[in-house]
């Protein structure tokens, strides 16, 4: 985000407030801005004593913690750190011997259509036996397990099971690429995979296994001693000897009882990659205790979860939404969760208004992508239209992973939530563990386009590039400035990256979330512009635009030089646009569309589907200045479609701008 642009989006204005009925919040666990005033009053007075409370009313301790936060090696802080538990005792066995264990902890709709539901008792069951399987492989506490499963019942019983001996899961999203799995079991140093043979996504059969093999056996991945296949497909797929087995073998004979380990609060639950703003993705670690009460609090806060509540979130197990908002959160909280195998336009584009009817959904949790997507297939076809759908049981929406617009906010208030249901707009990172910045659905009064107010206790802040605060009404860095519960720890083997990336020494030692916001004059309301660091958000996913340059340039033998930026798109978000410099002359005309091809190829093999430039142009150079820095700020504005009026003075080579502006 430049100055420039951040000055021109805070006087965009919006207007419409839409505060909770008053049946809403009389009826909501935070109840009014009174009740969300005095949860921040109390944060504010004893901060320690606010969270010790929430951790021991909301968490399941083996042993109680006495020391609430331990600031003495910041960044690095411990929170609960002399407490024990287990994350999956606190998902499963909390609820036996209550009215949850016969409930549906999860509705399983596959990407055919077909349902299946798993209760608590049931859940638990499964979890304790794929945990038992594991250990009989050897896998223990402090182990990592790469984890790259479609989105299935077995995807959560994996993490599960993971969390219940003690062994740090890292789950890869099902679209990474083999070179993508390869790096972060070789950075994890993973001793076992679990995967399926194969994923079904809108009526295809993709693989996943193969990709596993391929992996493999790239090398470097010596650490792996075995491979556990769910056979997700009748189709067969390759196995070796020794390394891999079924799941249908492993669980054979493998006892339904598997007592808990317990473990310290800081315990890595899970590492997660995410893309930062060099090459490498960064593994996100998550503690244990925190984090686990990150998910359950939230639950209860953000979704005001009852215990009728048909809960559905959309995301990916291999993204952090998947982890906090399916694999744990719901499950904490004794919800009742759909998980959706599928894709939202199959068979057809109405696919997630049929599902919420025909589940009885009540809150409803996806990301503006879909959402925009989704409006554009209602307005060109009725038949998908959400108005074809009962949506009455629907009772709270949520949005995550971008900024919604106002327009598409609108929609979904109106076509979705029959303009009765609390859009709760959850601002959040995988760093953050769970929502930041989020509007309560019995208190804050809505806007739309802002995720309103900080969650009590959390300290966000608009501040200037050395940290001082900044008024509402104008935009800056967003960070917050004191630790809480579910902060991320480190960054797995790379401790020193943690400390500069998110503790900057400029920042007075404030978290730095990487996005630039503005505050409403009005309201004080948080608005999130966008990244003010070289990572895009297409679709809600996160991806360095270093990492694609390096996909790019390391196809030697064609490619000399790559710019990536990203452009604004409807559907999107932002879109990836590459400017390339060739090995050989510039291509026109069919070559160049042929060439542009063949490096979207070439970047889905490297990274993964979603990383493949929507754009490519061919350029003799990229726009330099004398000393050989590529300006960026040119090229977001040729992405653009703009007119550069911007000073070029300082360019090594102008003529160059008029050529790259060309389209192919
Ligand atoms: C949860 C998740 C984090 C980045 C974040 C920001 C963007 C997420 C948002 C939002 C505006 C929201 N982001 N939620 N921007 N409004 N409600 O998405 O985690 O994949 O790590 O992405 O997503 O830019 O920094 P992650």
Redesign the pocket.
């Known amino acids: 985000m430049s100055a420039s642009t951040s000055a021109i989006e805070s006087v965009l204005v919006e207007n419409r407030v839409f505060p909770p009925s008053d049946a809403i919040a009389r009826a909501a666990r935070v109840s009014g801005m009174a009740g969300y005033d005095a949860l921040c009053a109390e944060a504010d007075k004893d901060f320690e004593g606010f969270w010790a409370r929430l951790a021991r009313e909301n968490v399941r301790w083996t042993k109680p913690f006495t020391r609430t936060l331990d600031q003495s090696n910041a960044p690095f802080f411990k929170w609960f750190d002399d407490g024990e538990l287990n994350a999956s005792a606190n998902c499963l066995d909390r609820h036996i011997g209550t009215p949850t264990e016969n409930k549906d902890a999860i509705i399983f709709e596959a990407d055919d259509g077909s349902v299946t539901r798993v209760t608590y008792k049931e859940l638990l069951a499964r979890v304790s036996q794929f945990a038992n399987a594991l250990k009989a492989h050897g896998v223990s506490k402090g182990d990592r397990v790469l984890i790259y499963m479609p989105m299935t019942v077995e995807g959560v019983i994996a993490m599960q099971a993971c969390a219940r001996i003690g062994a740090t899961h890292s789950v890869v999203f099902g679209g990474f690429s083999a070179k993508a799995v390869q790096e972060r079991i070789i950075d994890a140093g993973a001793v076992a995979v679990v995967t399926a043979n194969f994923q079904m996504r809108g009526g295809k059969e993709l693989p996943l296994k193969a990709i596993i093999d391929e992996a493999l056996a790239m090398g470097g991945c010596d650490t792996i001693r075995n491979v556990f296949v769910f056979q997700r497909t009748p189709t067969a797929c390759n196995m070796v000897a020794g390394r891999d087995k079924t799941f249908g073998e492993i669980l054979e004979g493998q006892s339904s009882d598997c007592p808990p380990v317990a473990v310290g609060a800081e315990h890595p639950l899970f590492i997660l990659y995410?893309s930062g703003s060099t090459g490498k993705p960064k593994g996100v670690q998550h503690s244990t205790g925190g984090y686990l009460l990150w998910a359950k609090l939230t639950m209860d806060w953000t979704f005001d979860l009852r215990p009728d509540d048909i809960f559905w979130c959309t995301a990916d197990i291999g993204?952090?939404?998947g982890h906090t908002y399916v694999a744990y959160g719901p499950l904490a909280a004794g919800a009742t969760q759909i998980i959706f195998e599928g894709i939202p336009t199959f068979p057809n584009a109405g696919r997630f208004w049929q599902m919420i009817e025909k589940h009885k959904c009540t809150i409803f949790y996806t990301a503006p992508t879909a959402i925009r997507s989704l409006i554009k297939a209602a307005e060109g076809d009725a038949a998908v239209h959400p108005a074809r759908s009962d949506l009455s049981s629907l009772r709270i929406l949520g949005?995550?992973?971008?900024?919604i617009n106002p327009e598409a906010w609108m929609w979904y208030h109106k076509n979705v939530g029959g303009e009765r249901c609390p859009i709760v707009?959850?601002?959040?990172?995988?760093e953050t563990g769970g929502h930041v910045i989020t509007p309560l659905p019995g208190a804050t009064p809505l806007v739309p386009g802002s995720?309103t107010l900080p969650l009590p206790g959390i300290a966000a802040a608009i501040v200037d590039e050395v940290g001082n605060d900044i008024a509402n009404g104008t935009g800056g860095i967003l960070v917050i400035k004191r630790p809480w519960p579910s902060m991320i720890r480190t960054i797995w083997n790379d401790p020193e990256r943690f400390k500069k990336a998110y503790f900057p020494e400029e920042l007075k030692g404030y978290y730095l979330?990487?996005?630039g916001a503005v505050r409403s004059a009005d309201r004080g309301y948080f608005r999130?512009t966008?990244?003010i660091d070289d990572v895009l958000?297409v679709s809600?996913h996160?991806m360095g635009t270093m990492e694609i340059e390096s996909a790019l340039v390391s196809k030697t033998d064609l490619v000399a030089e790559a710019a990536v930026v990203g452009r604004p798109d409807d559907v999107t978000g932002e879109a990836i646009c590459a400017f390339v410099v060739l090995k050989r002359a510039r291509p026109t005309g069919e070559e160049a569309k042929q060439i542009a091809n063949e490096l979207r190829n070439w970047v889905a093999k490297e990274i993964g589907p979603i990383a493949k430039p929507k754009d490519i142009r061919f350029g003799d150079n990229l726009p330099k200045t004398r000393s050989g820095k590529i300006m960026r700020r040119l090229l977001r504005s040729i992405a653009k479609g703009e007119a550069i009026t911007q000073d070029t003075s300082t360019l090594e080579n102008p003529a160059i701008l008029d050529q790259l502006a060309q389209t192919n």
């Open positions: 995410t993204w952090i939404t949005s995550v992973g971008e900024p707009d959850t601002f959040w990172q995988t995720c979330a990487g996005d999130i966008g990244r958000n809600g996160r």
